[in-house]
């Protein structure tokens, strides 16, 4: 690969300034928060209603009226929404879009189903206020330079370099060292998984590449990845994000969870009866975007689980949290006697420190699991049985098989799929 396609410049920047109003909200009090997003909640419920034909009809056949929803809480009157809803379905864009400098974007290569959805000037100029504001706690400077480990989607802009962290190779990891040298990068951003295949080889070539921070995102950021990404790379902060539905959380220096933008978004986790879980209780997070008036995201589900919680951040800012984000509910494999999460089996993998390359779980049957294992030097027969060991600790009466192919690709998006589940 042209190390010329790898790294690139951005042909265009958004030209948006960055609104201060954002980094004073992160300072206010939970109550005039509230407040802000009342508003927020409420203008968007007016365009909403008047402009969407979707909204303006769900409004007329729950016999509602957009001064119904006065606060946050009155928006469980509204149906949940998916993108199964709204894929392909003119019916959830305004009928003014044309004059909001609509963007459309597309989401879903993970998956192989992919969405395309719109974003408008204002929404995005939110969306970047929020990520600065994130940034700026990791210690980010305007005049920094970023390197970006991305298989698409992440993008590249003035002072930040895109480098494809898809089927990246020693020779290409080399390049990427020599680059970042050479064009002084402060720091590191990128997809967990990418950024740890990068910091091994760096280790692996002794060199010090520490940064002031890396940024993670798009990807569930697993323990022992942070961890080992941290020592070789630079101090990690994770930040939650979609650009479809509108949702952004970030974690500041006290890590102790994701700081909402509630100045940009309304989190809601509900039960699989589409209750509110109470905090401290896993569920499914559900979003709304309080600035994309193009194509309104109201009470979308985002097909993450999360947990919320009451508790204060150390760092003093009024921005709630989100405790735990455990990744999608599709990766999840179900058996007769339990529900093993996607996220910490791969966590419980890579802790074993066994000689694996790239792993997957694939599940064709209620008890039975393939798992392929792509090895390094070192695999031992033995490898095999701890790792049935460990998956016996979960259920017992699970099947497991083995295949060892010689590499797992990545998706499209260039993101680790750690479980796959087949069944219908």
Request: proline share 4%; charged share 25%; net charge positive.
């Amino acid at each position: 690969m042209q190390i010329k396609n790898a790294l690139r410049k951005s042909l265009s920047v958004s030209g948006i300034k960055i609104d201060s109003d954002f980094e004073k909200n992160q300072w206010l009090k939970s109550e005039e928060l509230v407040r802000i997003q009342r508003t927020l909640v409420r203008k968007l419920v007016e365009e909403a209603c008047a402009n969407v034909p979707f909204w303006g009809r769900t409004f007329r056949d729950l016999g509602l009226r957009p001064s119904d929803i006065k606060c946050v809480s009155d928006l469980e009157k509204l149906p949940v929404t998916s993108k199964a809803m709204m894929r392909g379905k003119a019916e959830f864009r305004s009928n003014i879009i044309k004059s909001m400098q609509p963007f459309m974007l597309h989401t879903g290569g993970s998956t192989g189903q992919v969405f395309r959805y719109y974003t408008t000037g204002l929404s995005r100029s939110a969306l970047d206020a929020c990520r600065i504001r994130a940034w700026r706690w990791a210690g980010y400077k305007d005049k920094d330079r970023i390197a970006t480990f991305t298989g698409g989607g992440l993008g590249s802009s003035k002072r930040k370099f895109a480098l494809d962290c898809v089927g990246m190779n020693e020779d290409t990891m080399d390049e990427y060292i020599q680059l970042i040298k050479k064009y002084k990068i402060d720091i590191l951003r990128g997809i967990p998984s990418g950024l740890m295949t990068f910091a091994r080889h760096v280790e692996k070539r002794g060199i010090d590449l520490r940064k002031k921070c890396v940024l993670t995102t798009s990807e569930t950021l697993l323990p022992e990845h942070r961890k080992f990404i941290g020592e070789v790379l630079g101090e990690v902060f994770d930040g939650y994000g979609a650009n479809d539905g509108g949702s952004s959380a970030f974690e500041c220096s006290e890590h102790n969870g994701w700081h909402i933008s509630v100045d940009k978004s309304v989190f809601e986790v509900l039960d699989r009866n589409c209750e509110h879980a109470a905090p401290g209780e896993e569920g499914i997070l559900t979003v709304t975007c309080l600035y994309n008036y193009g194509m309104p995201w109201i009470r979308y589900m985002s097909n993450d689980l999360a947990v919320l919680t009451d508790e204060k951040c150390a760092c003093g800012r009024g921005l709630p949290l989100m405790s735990k984000i455990k990744g999608r509910t599709t990766d999840l494999i179900v058996t007769r006697n339990t529900t093993m999460n996607g996220t910490e089996l791969a966590n419980h993998v890579i802790g074993m420190k066994l000689p694996i390359k790239a792993f997957q779980f694939i599940q064709t049957a209620t008890e039975r699991v393939t798992m392929r294992v792509a090895r390094e030097p070192g695999w031992a027969d033995s490898d095999e049985g701890k790792l049935i060991n460990m998956l016996h600790q979960y259920d017992p009466d699970l099947d497991i098989r083995f295949e060892y192919p010689d590499d797992i690709p990545t998706t499209p998006a260039g993101k680790s799929e750690y479980v796959v589940n087949m069944m219908d």
